[in-house]
């Protein structure tokens, strides 16, 4: 008999858990469980937005030049024919943003969660698939399991997050109302010929197991077993349930599985249910508790590595701001020694220094395209990485299918104009007049990346006919978003940037001839610089990485979302440290390409970290097979690189404004 239970779990003592999430002593189940021979859970569903937030209004502040015959009403005119077109294009991404926004509500009213006596409550059948490949799964019914004889109802509205993460509800056809106990009941039978037997027996030597919903609350269970010398197998042919309710809504769910059959070919067998209805004390708002695992994410490693990461930051700030602020001001008393030279004295003098490239210091990067888009989107990701955290930590996501990567893509979506403003905005101030190419570079990048990655991987998802194979409407909608919300909302940004702080405004002014760049110490070149600058922030986040990845890989649900935060904090200001000290050093050596040394050494935290999903892979998990490996090292490249683009964009911005004081502050003839 396999019956699903749970240790009984302690009340949470973290401040950083919202109260909320917090474990209030309710059972659980736990899909580790299910390899042991114990009872199986998934990971719950998740709670889709409640909460939009449209674009705010945009007004652009640019106007035209008019000839020198132009009176002021053209003038005046050709101001606000720009300023109806701009609101109009505003107004149409606005109104799309919404009607992406509109099925997330209409969805999370859909159910109220509440029942009358003698009320249908419906058993959905979700995936089935191998218990070490948790992204492999497949149709319930793809294996030979019959139905039972209820009529068929229509089938469970997706949205888009449930449709990308390979949700496949369907109906289980068991007759089951609220309150209403049922008795031990055949609902079909299996007529197993020897193909249905070779099915069932490959999914109980890959240990399948499934997954079912009531009322959105999660139920897993293990398909089968084989005897110990692996020459029998059995299938699990009797689901008992048990169904806790307070009121008059459903709070707690459990399956035993139990009339162990053997696989014979040529031989029919029965399946069967029973319905136990319990009183239970649990609120409703708290029945998702039992699914979630204190002992792991408030375990005291991870503690630690949150106070160890802290001490870091700590001391790396202080050490920066000791040697940064004693070498300047060294620096800058010699300088001022130096202005007071005659020019006979300056010239025979050892000029050396960051001072001396001055005049190159601000001089536009190289490939600036490509740089102001990196920088645009860098800054997007960690917006939509800062808002999508705090929603987190006020709205319990993980209570419902797909609900945090539907908040993913509406919020990536509404954040578009921070893209076009920040890569509009430098790529203007370096002199760029290609805009528009720049502005499609900027609004695609990422989205272009994510989805050739999904492409890539849903043509392997085809062939395995997998349930994480989108469908082709899917693809379509995900295209319109990028066009008609994100395009838009883009050109927004961009226009508002390049009028409102797109013009050069540096404290120096940059020479019309390069200078040369002298020779230096081999660790001072930028390679080497870029290389290293990304083991300072990847070891302030290499412990949390383990936590996210467990998370997203195994079967725990990441709650800890204040320690998210913290952990965000700390890589930023890491991040902006290292970037500054070794552009400081890469300045002093008189070597004025700091943008793309500034960007690269935060970003080479991306190598880190797909370099320990590596280690993760083959020392953590036991995945196997073409699709679920490609998954992994497919989407794990994809995490990488929109981190390492957002650690890029922070160290730049930092290093940007450190580069400026420093300037600013210095006398320059």
């Known amino acids: ?141 793809s294996l030979p399991f019959c139905v039972g004889s209820k009529k068929s109802i229509s089938h469970y509205h997706e949205t888009l997050g449930e449709a990308l993460q390979g949700v496949e509800l369907e109906f289980s056809g068991l007759d089951i109302k609220f309150k209403d106990d049922v008795m031990q009941t055949t609902y079909c039978e299996i007529d197993l010929d020897k193909a249905k037997r070779d099915a069932f027996v490959y999914a109980i030597k890959n240990h399948y197991w499934y997954q079912m919903y009531i009322d959105d609350l999660p139920i897993w269970g293990i398909v089968g077993e084989a005897d110990e010398n692996g020459e029998d197998y059995y299938l699990w042919t009797y689901k008992k349930l048990e169904i806790g309710y307070n009121g008059n809504r459903i709070v707690d769910v459990n399956l035993t599985s139990e009339g162990k059959v ?16 319990k009183k239970s004390d649990v609120k409703f708002e708290d029945r998702f508790d039992k699914y979630l695992d204190p002992s792991f994410f408030q375990h005291r490693i991870h503690w630690f590595s949150i106070f160890n990461s802290f001490m870091m930051v700590i001391f790396l700030v202080g050490l920066v701001s000791m040697i940064l602020m004693r070498t300047l001001r060294k620096d800058y008393a010699r300088y001022s020694k130096e202005e007071e030279m005659d020019d006979m004295d300056r010239d025979l003098g050892d000029e050396y220094g960051w001072k001396q490239v001055h005049g190159d210091v601000f001089r536009p990067s190289s490939h600036p395209l490509i740089f102001s888009s990196l920088i645009g989107s860098g800054c997007q990701i960690f917006a939509v990485s800062l808002i999508v955290i705090v929603v987190a930590m006020i709205e319990d996501l993980y209570t419902e299918r797909g609900s945090m990567l539907s908040t993913a893509i509406f919020v990536y979506a509404a954040t578009s104009p921070v893209n076009g403003y920040f890569g509009g905005s430098l790529y203007a101030r370096q002199g760029g007049r290609r805009w528009i190419k720049q502005m499609f570079i900027g609004a695609f990048l990422i989205p272009a990346m994510v989805c050739g990655t999904a492409f890539f991987i849903n043509f392997i998802a085809i062939y395995y006919h997998a349930s994480r194979a989108i469908p082709f409407g899917t693809m379509v909608a995900v295209c319109c978003i990028c066009f008609f919300v994100i395009l838009p909302l883009n050109l927004v940004g961009t226009i ?44 302030s986040i290499f412990i949390e990485m383990y936590f996210i990845f467990t998370s997203f890989w195994a079967y725990k649900i990441y709650y800890v979302y204040g320690f998210m935060m913290l952990v965000l904090v700390i890589l930023c200001i890491v991040t902006v440290c290292v970037t500054i000290v070794c552009t400081y050093f890469l300045l002093n050596a008189e070597d004025y390409r700091w943008q793309w040394t500034s960007f690269l050494s935060a970003a080479s935290t991306a190598i880190y970290v797909y370099m320990y999903s590596f280690y993760y892979y083959f020392f953590k998990t036991k995945m196997y097979g073409l699709f679920q490996t490609s998954f992994y090292f497919g989407y794990m490249a994809v995490f990488s690189t929109a981190l390492g683009i957002m650690c890029g964009a922070i160290g730049y911005m930092g290093t940007s404004a450190f580069v400026r004081k420093i300037y600013t502050n210095v006398k320059i003839d």
């Open 1 to 141: 008999m396999r019956r699903t239970s749970i240790p009984q779990s302690h009340r949470l003592a973290a401040r950083l858990v919202p109260a909320s999430r917090r474990r209030r002593g309710a059972s659980g189940v736990c899909p580790d469980d299910v390899a042991r021979g114990a009872e199986a859970a998934s990971p719950p569903p998740q709670r889709r937005q409640r909460r939009g937030a449209g674009p705010g209004r945009a007004r652009q502040s640019g106007g035209g030049a008019g000839g020198a015959g132009a009176g002021a009403c053209s003038l005046a005119a050709g101001k606000a024919r720009r300023g109806m077109e701009l609101s109009q294009l505003l107004c149409a991404a606005s109104a799309a943003l919404l009607l992406l926004w509109l099925p997330l509500r209409a969805r999370a009213d859909e159910h109220e969660h509440t029942y009358q006596d003698k009320e249908e409550v419906v058993l959905w059948m979700n995936t089935v698939g191998p218990y070490h490949n948790r992204q492999e799964t497949y149709k319930y019914f």
């Open 262 to 277: 053997k696989l014979v070919p040529n031989t029919k067998i029965q399946m069967s249910y029973s319905v136990k209805w």
């Open 496 to 539: 508002l940037g390049r009028n409102l702080s797109g013009q050069p405004n540096f404290p120096c002014r940059v020479n019309a001839v390069p200078r040369p760049i002298p020779e230096k110490k081999w660790f001072m070149e930028p390679a080497v610089i870029v290389c290293l600058g990304g083991i300072l922030p990847f070891g």
